[in-house]
């Protein structure tokens, strides 16, 4: 009998260890797919951008709400798929930070970038420079 008890304590804990190890490699795939449409966002929005510029005389939008219609069709591209605020904001709430450039800015400069309170699982922020490229960068 305390051989049966000791089994059991035994098979429950590999299971619930084997559970407990693929829930967590759920939530980091999860993550990681969060990070990946992130970027497409910004690829998009880079691409908007540019195309404001074409056609506004090589000058930088206002804002990035500009963008929408005309330049950016899905308005959720302006909101991180990893944005998860304290406050819970309008889903159609642009989450990512914008720094306004002038045509004198370097190709290598940031000019969007994720909100600190994106990706928290990830230690890390997408960001997009001003010539259009973007990348992941790590929390130093
Ligand atoms: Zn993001």
């Given at each position: 009998m305390k051989h049966k008890i000791l089994y059991l304590v035994v098979a429950l804990a590999?299971?619930?260890?084997?559970?407990?190890?693929?829930?967590?490699?759920?939530?980091?795939?999860?993550?990681?797919?969060?990070?990946?449409?992130?970027?497409?966002?910004?690829?998009?929005?880079?691409?908007?951008?540019?195309?404001?510029?074409?056609?506004?005389?090589?000058?930088?939008?206002?804002?990035?709400?500009?963008?929408?219609?005309?330049?950016?069709?899905?308005?959720?591209?302006?909101?991180?798929?990893?944005?998860?605020?304290?406050t819970p904001t309008n889903s159609d709430a642009v989450s990512y930070m914008y720094f306004k450039a002038d045509a004198s800015i370097s190709n290598r400069q940031i000019i969007v970038r994720d909100a600190p309170a994106s990706h928290r699982e990830m230690h890390g922020a997408a960001v997009l420079y001003a010539n259009g490229e973007y990348e992941w960068i790590k929390d130093e």
């Open positions: 590999v299971l619930f260890g084997a559970a407990w190890g693929l829930i967590h490699q759920i939530e980091k795939a999860e993550a990681k797919a969060r990070v990946t449409a992130c970027l497409e966002n910004l690829r998009c929005i880079g691409q908007a951008i540019k195309s404001y510029r074409d056609q506004n005389d090589g000058r930088y939008p206002p804002n990035l709400q500009a963008l929408y219609p005309k330049y950016l069709e899905d308005r959720r591209g302006l909101r991180c798929p990893g944005y998860c605020p304290d």
